[in-house]
């Protein structure tokens, strides 16, 4: 993004997509080479929505390159470069945004004012995730990363938002199948404030049921989420909320836009967005040696 909210267009899996999607959205200019976009001068934010073995080496090019990075998940593929993105963040004092968009869905904030914060709470997270074919690429672990890293974090982030605590503790077994996707996960978490969560990713169910279905428990309520559609409230009184799935995508973006064009701090604290990442490589370390307890620290 321009200094004066001008957009250029960047494609660079196919270059020629690049001058349909700025015809078609009015961008300013295109490319198909990233580096023309992180070498410019006039360019302060850089938005990246590759594919994820990308990820890591365009974050670093931008924060090196002083521009903020609005990055969709994963923010990278091994803890080694998380290392180096946290040493680039840090020598940047530029903002860097992860797109861990449910954080911002009207339903997740309605939670959040009813639990006070420094309450523990107890968390249960079931997602019904679905088969993906095993010649997919996120189960690459060369490209992909497979699908914990590529999307299990969207969870573990959002516990941790709704614990309002840091990931302190956390231990994971998945079940064996026979490609070796070990896409069927479950996890616990611990939180620094007493807080509790389990995490349950299948892809072994079916797809008449919901995806996401969040219950939390604490100080005599009852939150229970139900595909970001439809919200129940128990406590001293009770309530329902029904409307259309808004899983906070356009609020994210905005919030970070919002943040860059107004020099105030990133939406998602920087520790936030390097903890749940790290805690999604440890769910892969834990499982590997069945269920192992892991501490969580940066």
Known sequence: MKGKGQFVSVATARPHNARNIADKYGFASCTGNADDVVNRADINTIFIATRHDS???????????????FVEKPLCLHESELETIRTAYNESGSLLMVGFNRRFAPF???????????????????????????????????????RIIGEVCH???????????????????????????????TISLAFANGSTANVSYFSNGNKLVSKEYLEIFGSGMVAILDDFKTLTMFGKSSSKSTGNQDKGHQAEVAAFLNAVQKGQACPIPADD?????????KVLESAAQNGKAIDIHL
């Not at 904030?109 to 679905?130: C, E, M, W």
């Open 155 to 185: 969870f573990i982030d959002l516990c941790m938002f709704i614990a309002r605590s840091p990931i302190t503790q956390l231990s994971a077994r998945w079940m064996d199948d026979a490609a070796g996707l070990h896409d069927t996960v």
């Open 55 to 69: 990820h890591a080496e365009y974050v670093l090019k931008a924060l090196q390159n002083k521009k903020n990075v």
């Open 273 to 281: 967005i390097f903890l749940s990442t790290l805690a999604t490589f």
């Open 108 to 146: 997740v904030t309605k939670i959040r004012d009813q639990f006070r914060s420094g309450v523990p709470l107890a968390i249960n997270y079931r997602i019904n995730a679905g088969i993906v074919p095993a010649d997919h690429w996120i189960h690459d672990p060369a490209i992909g990363g497979g």
